[in-house]
């Protein structure tokens, strides 16, 4: 049978997206481009792990280069990024056509707001694209919770808006570096995904707990 795509080479490879069998050429060439790939497709997951033996990461070409971080700077900041990614997660999972670089425009461009705002500039980029703009709000107010619920941690402290405007930029570097560019690509959302066991998605962001 050949292949439905191309319709010259056989179809030998199973594709889980189409329901049907395709070639491994198509398969190589159209993953995450016209073919919406679910994230446990076998074909998907050897992909990925054959790009990430292979990533090289130019320090030159992460947004906010100047922004450096160290080790311990997950450490130190561990439930804020969780809070974040969590955020993300949850709404990926409400919204399925969330893909990495709806992710990384909405990191990247709360970011800047708060970039600007610890420079005393209260100025917010508008988002043209809905579900960018929708996870850029989605983020911000996660933010807001997380700095409630320090507030009312007695001792604990609050959150600076320099601590947020570092914890995005983090995440922004590190889904920079792990987005595939693909049109429908996933790999950072599977990334941060697989942190969290799936029926945490039906619960509210709310229910994380602070250390």
């Known amino acids: 049978m050949a292949c439905p795509i ?3 080479r056989k179809a030998k490879r ?3 997206a189409r329901a049907e069998s395709i070639c491994a050429i198509c398969c190589g060439e159209q993953r ?4 919406d790939c679910p994230s446990d497709c076998a074909h998907l997951q050897a992909s990925r792990e054959y790009d990430y033996s292979r990533l090289v990461v130019d320090p030159e070409t992460l947004p906010f280069k100047e922004a450096k971080f160290g080790r311990q700077f997950a450490r130190s900041y561990g439930p804020l ?3 974040l990614d969590y955020a993300i997660v949850r709404f990926a999972a409400e919204h399925r056509a969330l893909v990495d670089t709806d992710v990384l425009a909405a990191l990247r461009t709360l970011a800047e707001t708060y970039q600007t705002q610890t420079s005393g ?3 917010e980029k508008p988002i043209d694209y809905a579900l960018q703009r929708d996870l850029y709000g989605a983020l911000k107010t996660a933010i807001g919770e997380f700095r409630t619920k320090l507030e009312q941690q007695a001792g604990v402290g609050t959150l600076r808006d320099s601590e947020a405007r570092d914890c995005l930029i983090f995440l922004t570097q590190l889904a ?3 987005q595939n560019g693909r049109p429908k690509g996933r790999a950072y959302l599977d990334l941060i995904r697989a942190q969290f066991p799936k029926e ?3 619960k509210s ?3 994380i707990v602070l250390p």
Not at 32 to 35: K, M, Y
């Open 14 to 16: 199973l594709c889980p």
């Open 6 to 8: 191309c319709n010259k």
């Open 81 to 83: 990024l969780a809070a």
């Open 176 to 178: 920079a570096v792990y």
């Open 200 to 202: 945490e998605f039906q």
């Open 121 to 123: 500039i209260i100025y």
């Open 32 to 35: 995450e481009v016209t073919i």
């Open 205 to 207: 962001a709310s229910s």
